[in-house]
């Protein structure tokens, strides 16, 4: 038999690193002023949102947390042990680092938001645009987070900025599936009764449309969230701070003690965000 | 032409709506008289409605029925723009639909049509008032106003007092009256009506027949109604139109369509009446005032029938199994001791069960004495039907 029917012939060969590698350093050549704007605008942001953040004591976000949990599952008890976790993360000396860690999930997700929930409705309304966006959302959830890591860096540095870039890139699909996906599958006829009383486009979306989807969205937003605090770790490779970066040190030490400590925290935050955000999808729900 | 045309609302002039990309091959077959499955087979199009005329007169209640799958629905949405014809004309007060511009069709549906959907096309995120008030939300009305005029429609159809409910809290029926509501706030000149009370029980959709009659001669709404339901075509209907395969085969009053049908198909619908009509005897079946057990003494059945006014009590064994009758003048009998309580009871009566259609009861009713018990298959006493609940329910 021969050779090129048992491996596959070393005469096809493609390159496609120099390209890519090229295009790369053509953009960040040409498009510097563009990249140094958008930096300054990502920490503008990020500094905005770490200070409303830092504004919260830390006795008041514990305080918030217990009268919202209480307020939507009406279990005191409930109320109490996600307060209590929360202490927890104060006592393991984490406070500090969980709202720098804050600062860059909630920057992130905003900016998922905004731009994953006008993009979903866009392609509920287009199947071609539906089309040209499904696989590159595709490709965005299911490309390893590392590999963009090293671009985000090229184009903004090391830090929280970068962070910020790859923790939407990674987070921002649930937000426009799940828009898409609502706004599409409410009833056709409900949809054809807001038409057939003379409402406008922009009417039907907004008084029909977008609050028959907002179940389905909110477990979007839901989504999301917690696909920004999957990133934590991953982003303090390339210089996030926080939680993460604690992890990392841990690791770099071998300090198991320090890495779980930080480990759990983030687990932390991650289960008493999913649960609150739940709790506000839940009550929607029940209202109809 | 002017004359005869003069009180017409709504006149549809040749209508077609195909579905699919190849259409111009499909018109051509069509005027060669090829049929539906032809052309879906040779061009991939859909013909839902072929060629199809007729007018509304202002005032009337105007019904096209047919089969699932004959097009009405698709004709009826022609009427509000919801669907554009494929080619065809559709005039409304003598304005060409098609030649509105985009604000005098929005103007066309928040003034002048309503329409009822079959699944009721309620918003669930809102309560009633508000989904009664959707038309003139859009329209710019001041809440209110539209709060105002929603009221007195919801009290027409009589919710009132569930104006703050949710739609998950509404029966069938309810839902279906805040469709009506919803409808007829805007004021319109013509309401759409596409099988309303179809995913309605039958009791129910009686009842919503006749308030819509009533609402009818109240607003004097011209309305056109969808249904495949001849018994509601020929109670509702001034004018029926039949349709099959997207063509209307004939238009006339009921009275004219059951005299003379003008195909064998027709005939079969007009036929299929009684037989569409599907009701159980479960749905007409009542609880007896006066059941006694086989157990029981006389004095006891004695003192039921007085105290219900009635002259027979249903006997039942400890069980719940059917017995028979204890009529009045046996159990007087069996007080004065001239025969015993066993020998009283009247046994060996005609029974029927839940699942019986009414029709095939009406035969047994008209010669039965009493109210035939209903038992299950288990000869388990079930209720009682009247001969005047099985005669009311035909009619």
Redesign the interface.
Known sequence: MPDWLLNFPDTISLNIQDPINNAIDYVLIHWEAFFDGFSAFLRALLNAVGAVINIIPWWLLIALVFVLTLKMTKKPARAVFYAALLFFIGTIGLWSMMYQTLTIIITSVLISLLLGFPLGILISFSKKSYAVVRPVLDTMQTMPSFVYLIPAVMFFGLGNNPAVIATTIYAIPPIVRLTCHGIQQV?A??V?????????KI?TLV??QI??A?PTIMTGVNQTIMMAIAMVVTCSMIGARGLGAEVISGINRLDSGRGFAAGIAIVIIAIVIDRLTQGIFKKDGD?? | MKTSDSDAIIKVENLYKLYGSNKAAARKMLSRGASKEEIAKATGVTVAVNDISFSVKRGEIYVLIGLSGSGKSTVVRCLNMLNRPTSGKVFFDGNELETLGKKELLKFRRENISMVFQSFGLMSHRDVISNVAYGLEVRGVKKEERERRAMEMIAMVGLEGWERSSIASLSGGMRQRVGLARALANDPDVLLMDEPFSALDPLVRRDMQFELLTIQKKLNKTIVFITHDINEAFKLGNTVSIMKDGRIIQTATPEEMAANPADAYVEEFINSADKSQIYFVKHIMQTPDCLIHSRDGVANALQQMKRNSLSSAYVVDDDMDFVGILPLDQAMRVKAHEITFPEAIVRDLPTTTPETQIADLFTIAANAKYPIAVVDENNRFCGIVSKAAVIGSLT
């Open positions: 009833d006829e409900v054809e009764a807001a038409k057939a009383f003379g409402s406008t009417q008084k029909v609050p028959q907002m209202a109809q």
